[in-house]
């Protein structure tokens, strides 16, 4: 298990790392904001490159959306550029068919459609079986009912890779997944919530009345949604987090140079053992969280069947850190801290990563029951 990135590896990183966007006074908003990831083929980092994208492995995907979560300053767009690929390009990806496949994922790729990942209701969250939408097969379509919720990108999404129940007496196996054009007649999108954080990244809610979805925008076959989706969450879970490690690495670059330019009682702050402490117990979690990280990757990339366990060991471990090294990055700037500025932001844009992608508590669930507990 060898994360000695090569040449090429180290190449793309730094590329990513140097080109992110930095922002002065006002941020572009909405799709004016994905133009230059989309320019950097973030967009597509994963994707087959015979449709443009970079067909890149977890481990090198990941590695990418790390400089990326390094660079920007908008945790939130970086969040959402994860989502599109992960959530919905790698289902499109691995699932769907002929040509639906070929024009999306090139839109995808490109930037030019944008996806949203509309899987969440208000009475199902990890619990897929409790998903209330329904697909009815009519002829050569599925009419499509149902509200979801947080759908990550809904208000500027073009496409929603969405999940609706295809036989009710299946259980798991009763479970679809399809790719619905956003101008399809039928379908609704709220206004975007205001949220905590990940301002970068709108969310809204996605309603399907009455939606004939063309058959072959299914992905897979019928029953097979459950698979598809604990696919793509493993390649979220895995690959979407090395944005919040990219995060951590900012947070302790400013909070060391903090540390190391500003005096008190005569003496830099870094001198004091309790600051530079809490550095190092900053950087321990990062690193830590990191190693765990690269070896879900690497496990994915394999097909490894301990992947499972892998990663929701790695989402737990990031995510706690995050959570963790924002609040220590808060107190290391003092009253500065309590202000609306960098590194309340970035509390803000962490604490939902331990409740996004499956909670907290549903990867130790996960961890526990591939111990065979």
């Not at 149902?146 to 759908?151: A, L, N, T």
Request: glycine share 12%.
């Amino acid at each position: 298990m060898d994360f000695d990135f090569d040449a090429a590896q180290r190449r793309r990183h730094d590329d990513v790392l140097a080109s992110a966007p930095r922002w002065e006074g006002a941020r572009p908003g909405g799709r004016e904001a994905w133009r230059l990831p989309a320019e950097l083929g973030l967009t597509g980092l994963c994707l087959p490159r015979e449709y443009g994208g970079g067909a890149l492995g977890a481990l090198d995907t990941a590695h990418c959306l790390e400089a990326f979560g390094r660079a920007c300053p908008d945790t939130g767009l970086a969040f959402g550029v994860a989502a599109h690929l992960l959530a919905c390009g790698v289902p499109i990806r691995d699932f769907a068919g002929g040509e639906v496949r070929a024009s999306l994922l090139t839109g995808m790729a490109q930037g030019r459609l944008i996806a949203g990942n509309a899987m969440t209701e208000e009475g199902a969250g990890s619990d897929i079986a409790a998903i209330a939408a329904r697909a009815t097969r009519d002829g050569d379509a599925y009419v499509l009912e149902g509200r979801k919720s947080f759908v990550s990108n809904g208000p500027i999404a073009d496409v929603f890779v969405t999940y609706a129940v295809t036989d009710p007496r299946a259980g798991f196996l009763g479970l679809s997944a399809f790719a619905v054009p956003r101008g399809l007649p039928g379908v609704r999108v709220g206004e975007p919530y205001e949220k905590l954080g990940l301002d970068g990244c709108q969310a809204s809610w996605v309603e399907f009345d009455g939606c004939r979805v063309p058959a072959d925008h299914r992905l897979g076959g019928e029953g097979q949604g459950g698979l598809v989706f604990q696919r793509s969450m493993a390649w979220e879970r895995g690959c979407l987090f090395g944005v919040y490690l990219g995060l951590m690495e900012r947070q302790l670059r400013e909070a060391g140079r903090r540390a190391a330019g500003r005096r008190q009682f005569g003496r830099r702050l870094a001198d004091f053992q309790a600051v530079s402490h809490r550095l190092a117990v900053m950087r321990q979690r990062l690193e830590s969280a990191r190693l765990l990280l690269y070896r879900a990757c690497w496990l994915i990339d394999r097909g490894r069947a301990e992947s499972t366990a892998a990663v929701a060991l790695s989402k737990v471990a990031v995510s706690e850190a995050v959570v963790a090294n924002s609040l220590d990055a808060v107190h290391l700037s003092g009253a500065a801290g309590y202000l609306s500025g960098e590194a309340e932001r970035h509390l803000r844009d962490a604490v939902p990563s331990t409740i996004f992608s499956g909670t907290t508590e549903i990867q130790r669930e996960i961890i526990a029951r591939e111990a065979g507990l």
